[in-house]
């Protein structure tokens, strides 16, 4: 867990965002028991409803998964999950919009995936 929350942000969504990078890079495996509320609570001084909002919403999409007086678990579908709905929002995001500047300025596509070769090799 990282020590630092960001005040621009909403701290639950932080707090689901550190997990979700924890399950992505493979520091948290599935089937792996994650910190309860009352942990992050407790690590971050905060109250443990907002800790509880972000895991709560982990549990929604499937990630982690609650086993009644044991604790949050990592699904086992938990990662794939995660990179495909990852990818979507990338793809939203960055490149959608990359895209769309593309052809403003008659970048063909053959030059585009190039400028994408160019930088991934620098």
């Given at each position: 867990m990282k020590n630092l929350l960001d005040d621009n942000r909403p701290i639950f969504?932080?707090?689901?965002?550190?997990?979700?990078?924890?399950?992505?890079?493979?520091?948290?495996?599935p089937g792996e028991r994650v910190p309860s509320t009352n942990e992050f609570a407790a690590f971050y001084n905060i109250n443990p409803a907002t800790a509880a909002k972000g895991i709560n919403e982990l549990v929604a999409e499937e990630i982690l998964l609650k086993k009644r007086g044991v604790g949050m678990?990592?699904?086992?579908?938990?990662?794939?999950?995660?990179?495909?709905?990852?990818?979507?929002?990338?793809?939203?995001?960055?490149?959608?919009?990359?895209?769309?500047?593309a052809k403003k300025l008659e970048i063909?596509?053959?030059?585009?995936?190039?400028?994408?070769?160019?930088?991934?090799?620098?």
């Open positions: 969504l932080q707090i689901k965002e550190q997990l979700e990078d924890s399950i992505i890079d493979g520091s948290i495996k678990f990592v699904t086992e579908k938990a990662k794939e999950i995660l990179v495909e709905k990852r990818k979507k929002t990338f793809y939203e995001n960055y490149m959608l919009p990359l895209i769309s500047e063909s596509a053959d030059e585009l995936l190039e400028m994408i070769k160019r930088g991934n090799e620098e």
